[in-house]
């Protein structure tokens, strides 16, 4: 089993940053790509960044160039730096981990962007 911990969601003015963090604990060999997803209020939950074992990422066009994704030293944590936060970037902000063909989730960290 994987653990996860979600942090550094919160309430910003639109343009400003949050950073938020993830760690992976528990049965943390074998985990290889790791990522972020969105769930806005009404809407379904949407993949807003990942990262592969190796290093390559992938991002939803609505956050390319505002959002960046990377992974610390240890490999089980996640970050996701956000600038440029938008009111549309409200939602409640899901870490993600696969590991052995199997995803885990984390119970999710808030943001809310007030215009």
């Known amino acids: 089993q994987v653990q996860l911990v979600e942090s550094g969601g919160g309430l910003v003015q639109a343009g400003g940053s949050l950073r938020l963090a993830c760690v992976a604990a528990?049965?943390?060999?074998?985990?290889?790509?790791m990522g972020w997803y969105q769930q806005a209020p009404g809407k379904q939950r949407e993949l807003v960044a990942s990262?592969?074992?190796?290093?390559?990422?992938n991002y939803a066009d609505s956050v390319k160039g505002r959002f960046t994704i990377s992974r610390g030293s240890a490999k089980n944590t996640v970050y996701l730096p956000m600038n440029s936060l938008k009111p549309e970037d409200t939602a409640v902000y899901y870490c993600?981990?696969?590991?052995?063909?199997?995803?885990?989730w984390g119970n999710g960290t808030l943001v809310t962007v007030s215009s």
């Open positions: 993600t981990v696969r590991r052995w063909g199997i995803n885990y």
């Open positions: 528990g049965s943390t060999f074998g985990i290889n790509a």
């Open positions: 990262i592969a074992s190796g290093g390559s990422t």
